[in-house]
Structures are given as C-alpha cells and as structure tokens.
C-alpha cells in the first residue's frame, strides 16, 4: 500500500501509485495510445496558434500525409488493402490527435474514418481493391455528404435522389432544392476529389430509402460537371478543416458506384437486399459509422484531461491571498471553492474516461466481428448516444471552468483554454446533436421497460402493479423521509456513513432513471394506438422529461463503470482514493438533482442536508492527491504546452517569496502602513493602560 507520513501526527495516509493509475487510464490499445501521443508531441503536428484559415488549412492537410508516412492511418482497414483490423486501436489513437490539434483530429476522422470508413463498410471487396488505396494514401481525399441544410439530424428524410437508368446502367445524382444541399462537409470547400453521397435510391419507381454513392466531385480543374459546391468560409473553431456545401444536378455514375453491401440494384433494375425490413436496413447502414460518435466521446475525454492538469497544476502553484500566515500566501487549491471548481470535474473525467474504455471494448467486439449479434450493435448504438452527449458537454463545461479558474491567464490564446473550447463547441452538434441522441436513449429506454412485461403472466404483472403501488404510497405520503429522519436524528456521521455507501449511491441513481421512465411509460400507456397526430402530442408532452432521464442514465452507465474499475485497483493506497473520487462523482450527481431525490422522497431533509458538508470533507481528502489525480493523465510538457503549467508559475512564486524573505531581514526594510498603524495603537494602548495603572496607584496612596 502506498503511502505518505501525516507531519506532526504519526499517522499514515494513502498515496496514488501514480505509474499503475496511468496504465489503467491507457487501457487495453495502450501501445496504440503512446504510439499516437508521441505523434502529437510533434511540433509538426500541433497547431500554430494565430494562423490564417487558409494558412491553417493548408497545414492541417499537409499533417494528413504524415500521418500516412508514419502508418498511423492504417489501423482499421483490411489486412488485404495494408491495415490491421484493428479497430479499438484505431480509435484509441485517433482520438489523441484532439491534443495536437482538434482540427487534425476532425479532418483525419473525415478522410478516413468517415469517408474511408463508408467505403470500407457499406462497400463489396470490388470497391475496397478500387477506391480504399487511394483513400488511404491520401490520393483520393473524401467527403461523407449525409447532411443537408434541411434535414440534420433527421437522415432518413434527406431528399437528395439517386435515380437508376437502366437504358445507360447509370444512377443520376440529383439535388432538387436548395434546402437539400449538402452541408457542413468536411473536405468539400477545397480538398476533396470524391465523395460518399447519401442519396435516396429510387430504381423503377419505387424509393428504396437512403443509400451510399461514391462519387467523384473534382479534378485538377476543379468541380466536375453537374457538381457545384460552396466554402463555408470562417467557423467559430476548427478552422483548419475545409468544411462546405455539395450540390447535384443530374450528374451520373456508373451503377457499380453504389455501396452495395446492403442493397443492390442489378442491370435491370431490380433491387435487392440482404436485409428485407426498410427500417432495419436504414439503421443497420448508418450502425457501421458510429466510430464517429465513439471518437468524439474519446476526444473530449482527453481533451478534458489537458485542461484539467493545466488548471490544477496551475492551482497547485498559484499563490493569492494571506489567509493562514502573515509571510506566506495561500495556493489556489488549498481554498475549498476553488475545491469545488476541479476536483469534481477531475472525478467526472475519470467517470468518463473508465466509460470510454468500455464504449471501445464494446466497439471493437462488434466491428472485429468477435460481438456482432443484432443486440450487440444495438447496444454500441444506445452506449454512443449515451456517452457521447455526456462527455461532449461535460467537456465543454470542464474547459471553461478551467479556463475561469486560472483568471486572466486562462484567457491568453498561449494556455490552450479558449482555443480548445471554440474547437470541443462544434462537438455537442455533430456527428449526431446531443438532444436528438439522448431521444434515441430515451426511446430505447422506454422500449426495454415495455418488453420487461411482455411476456409475463397476468399474476406476475399484478404483484409488480402492488409492490409499485406500494412504494408511490410510501413517496408521495412522506414515510420513507420520516424514516429517514427518524434513523438520523443527531447524527450526521450516520448520514454521511449512508451516502457513501456503493449500493446506497447505486440505488439512488438508479431510482432516479427507473421512477422516471417508468413515469413516462404510465403516462403514455396507449399511446401507439392513437392516432399519429394525437400519439405524437403525448410523446412530445413528456419528451423533456424522458431526456432527462436518458441523460440521469448516461450518468449511471459512468457511474457503474467508474465501479467497476474500481475492482482492478491492486494497489492499496490508490483504490482508498480512487474510491473516495468515485463517491464525489456520485454524491455531485446526487447534489445536481436534490430537489428531486426530495421531492420523491428518496432523501430525508436531514440527508439531504448532510450532503454538502460531506462532499467539503471528501474535497479535503482529496486535495493532497489532485495534483497525483491529473499528472496520472500521462500528458507532458509537449502536449498541454501551456506557460502555465510549464513550472513557471512556481519559479515566479519562489522568487517572490524569497525576495520577500530577504526584505523582511533588511535592517532599513520599509515598514508596511497597516504594521506602523497598528503598532501606534499598541503604543497608546500600552499608555493608557499605564496611566489607567498609576492613577489608580495614586487612588490608593491618598486613601
């Protein structure tokens, strides 16, 4: 067990086995992970800060060919066309990338994890051996045309049209609108040659729904016939990616350019596809690309670590404030608010980071092929629109609270905070807006509580209907707080002791998912055999209440994976402090939604008052270790390059602090106004006590 001597106290304290906690955060593609971190400590690789957009453009489209010189590309893709099949790999280096430069990050995503990725898994061999080497070398650069301005998130109504001529045996790409251009493209303004277009596949008469083409966009002469497009010009971040608008007007392709692994369409005409249901089809072709969601969880995984051990560091060293001695300031981290403003923040990225690694594990299982069961995809699909809005907005609130933290400092484009933000903004919209997925989540929710009673007796489903009747009675009439109350009188030790209790912690979290979707359910219970109009009215009456309750259960899925980290902690000191930062993690949850667990009669007012004094003591805990908590991040100086954290802020304090001491040993020093003014007071204290003392002394002479 590691540990560290208490002074003065003779007692021992827990100490992080900073190295062990470290390899555990790599997780099982940890070589994959220090192969892609070397990568980005390059200086060739990393943002140059104040650059033009085209500048920084042109840079980021140079980087992607060293990627390429270094193999570190190659991952994913079939060992017959040079890769590895290694998919968790893929994206645990990928995702790294985010600490060079999150456009490098997104831009690489777009050629090959995106477009390349389409190719590779909506494609039959015959168009691996054509297109994926030219993908992967970079002579081909790509878009992934899914997106039109009209129809974001909602893929299924996009209205670009791929109509089949069987007298030319060609399909006819065709935009009919301008509401169905495509938008927001990566490579689209300037770099890219081809692209995958998601197109509504219409073969003799009859529409078949959305499917993949590849087709080409330029030539060294620019936009090829039929093809127009559109720069979207400055964006708010990730200005080194080319993004922009495509549009069609009846430029043909060869009827072998559709992706056809999962509907194809023979010289006649005739449609045909492995799978017969048009919506398990849809849904199946847009499964092979939800790499993109689990990157984006990693990426603001690890952006969150950059900010939070620059942030910490910098707190660690930051002086401000005579609080405890008159000769030495305070650090920032020694306060219990600026506690407050990191220390739960680094407990989350550590709720996230445990998730993540689960989310590959799960992502590898199904692409590899060793998990591909319907389930299983399913699964990686709720698990992304879980996680992903989770990480993303986290991310976005760790990085500005971080950047507050650090005063004014935090606002100079040198300590990475405001660039980081104006790249991480983007990442709650795309690849799936983080609303629009926890309604995904939400919707899966519902279905698995109506399935739990699908097949049960009418015996089971009435003593289910009791023990639920019987537990409202309990919460609305109150009895569960006065239980409570009546347990805890006089004791805070007693409530704290129950708050930090794993199964307590699960059980309260879980409650709150479990009470509010069984609410929902009640509530449209009937629903689907309404009319659609009248069965939409009801979803949408209680649809903020069902996202809230996805969002409650991508909070539990961290949560349980934090737990289960927990039990592969060896070392003994780590594991004490590890468990002490999952229970902040839960208990702020907890915190966030009291007024519920209250409300519910989950929590007694005498617990729910317990609560914050509670988490004040674990941030006490807690703040010896924050500095081991981020350092076991594993990023160096080459990655957060920011002034900062780079020791400066502890030699300017050292230096002030010495030549403080040596003033104050100065014979002739100055003497501070508030010291002088004091001493004056003490002076005429002292002389009126003395005269006080003597006129009383002549009192009692004369007497």
């Known amino acids: 067990m590691t540990q560290q001597n208490t002074a003065g106290s003779g007692r021992t304290e827990p100490r992080i086995d900073v190295a062990a906690l470290g390899e555990q955060l790599l997780g099982k593609w940890a070589q994959d992970r220090r192969t892609s971190r070397r990568l980005a400590g390059r200086e060739d690789l990393q943002r140059i800060e104040g650059q033009s957009m085209d500048e920084h453009r042109e840079r980021v489209f140079n980087q992607l060919s060293i990627l390429v010189d270094e193999g570190a590309i190659q991952r994913a893709f079939p060992e017959a066309m040079g890769g590895a099949n290694n998919h968790g790999g893929n ?28 190719v590779q898994h909506l494609g039959s061999t015959e168009h691996h051996e054509k297109w994926l080497p030219g993908i992967m070398n970079l002579d081909i650069p790509g878009a992934f045309a899914m997106t039109e301005i009209g129809h974001g998130s909602d893929v299924a109504s996009i209205n670009t049209t791929a109509t089949y001529d069987p007298d030319t045996e ?30 509504q596949l219409i073969t003799n008469g009859v529409k078949h729904g959305v499917h993949a083409f590849f087709v080409p966009i330029r030539d060294d002469n620019g936009f090829l016939p ?70 984006l969880d990693g990426a603001a995984v690890a952006a969150s670590k950059v900010a939070l051990q620059i942030a910490t560091t910098y707190a660690h060293q930051r ?57 299983d995809r399913q699964d990686l699909e709720t698990l992304a629109a879980a996680l992903k809005p989770t990480s993303t907005w986290n991310a976005l609130d760790i990085v500005q609270e971080c950047r507050e933290a650090t005063g004014g400092s935090g606002y100079m484009t040198k300590n990475r905070f405001t660039s980081l933000y104006a790249d991480l903004d983007v990442y709650v919209t795309f690849e799936g807006d983080n609303t629009v997925l926890l309604q995904l989540v ?81 509530a449209m219970r009937g629903a689907a055999k309404l009319p659609q109009a009248e069965g939409a009215k009801v979803f949408n009456e209680h649809q903020n209440e069902i996202i809230e309750a996805a969002r409650a259960h991508a909070e539990l899925l961290l949560w349980e994976s934090f737990t289960t980290a927990l039990g592969k902690i060896e070392d003994e000191g780590t594991l004490q402090i590890m468990t002490w930062v999952r229970d902040l993690y839960g208990l702020q949850l907890i915190e966030k939604d009291l007024s519920w667990y209250v409300m519910h009669g989950r ?18 805990r807690l703040r010896p270790h924050a500095q081991d908590l981020v350092d076991a991040f594993g990023y ?68």
Do not use: C
């Open 91 to 118: 994206i645990a280096a990928f995702e790294e990338l985010v600490v060079a430069d999150p456009s490098l990050q997104i831009k690489a995503g777009v050629q090959w994890g995106l477009f390349g990725s389409a």
């Open 170 to 199: 060609e399909f006819v790409i065709h935009t009919p609108f301008r509401a169905a251009w495509k938008e927001f493209l990566g490579n689209a303004a300037k770099h890219g040659r081809a692209a995958v277009v998601f197109a």
């Open 226 to 295: 039929g093809v127009g497009g559109e720069d979207d010009g400055l964006k708010g971040g990730l200005n080194g990616i080319d993004n922009g608008r495509l549009h069609f007007t009846q430029v043909r392709i060869p009827r072998t350019n559709l992706l056809n692994r999962y509907g194809d369409v023979a010289v006649d005409g005739t449609y045909t596809s492995p799978i017969s249901s048009p919506g398990r089809r849809f849904f199946t072709m847009l499964g092979t690309l939800v790499q993109g969601r689990v990157s």
């Open 319 to 375: 002086r401000q404030f005579n609080a405890t001695s008159t000769v030495q300031e305070e650090t920032l981290l020694d306060y219990q608010r600026h506690q407050r403003r990191l220390i739960p923040r680094i407990a989350t990225t550590y709720a996230m980071s445990f998730a993540h690694e689960e989310l590959l594990e799960k992502f590898d299982g199904v692409f590899s092929g060793t998990a591909d069961s319907d389930e």
């Open 442 to 522: 939400a919707k899966r929710l519902l279905t698995d509580y109506a399935q739990e009673f699908r097949h049960l007796d009418a015996g089971v489903l009435a003593r289910y209907v009791v023990r639920q009747a019987g537990n409202v009675a309990i919460n609305r009439s109150g009895l569960r707080q006065l239980a409570q109350t009546f347990s805890d009188t006089g004791s805070e030790k007693r409530s704290a002791n129950f708050l930090k209790d794993a199964e307590t912690q699960r059980g309260l979290l879980t409650d709150r998912v479990g009470t509010a979707v069984g609410e929902v359910a009640d």
């Open 603 to 620: 929590l007694s007012n005498q617990r729910a008052r317990t609560l914050g004094p509670y988490i004040n003591r674990l941030l006490a």
């Open 636 to 703: 160096g100086p080459e990655h957060l390059r920011a002034d900062i954290s780079s020791g400066i802020e502890a030699e300017r304090q050292d230096e002030a602090a010495e030549y403080l001491r040596r003033e104050r040993a100065m014979a002739d020093a100055p003497i501070d106004e508030k010291v002088l003014v004091a001493r004056r007071k003490a002076a005429e204290k002292a002389k009126r006590k003395a005269a006080k003392s003597a006129a009383t002394k002549g009192k009692k002479v004369g007497a």
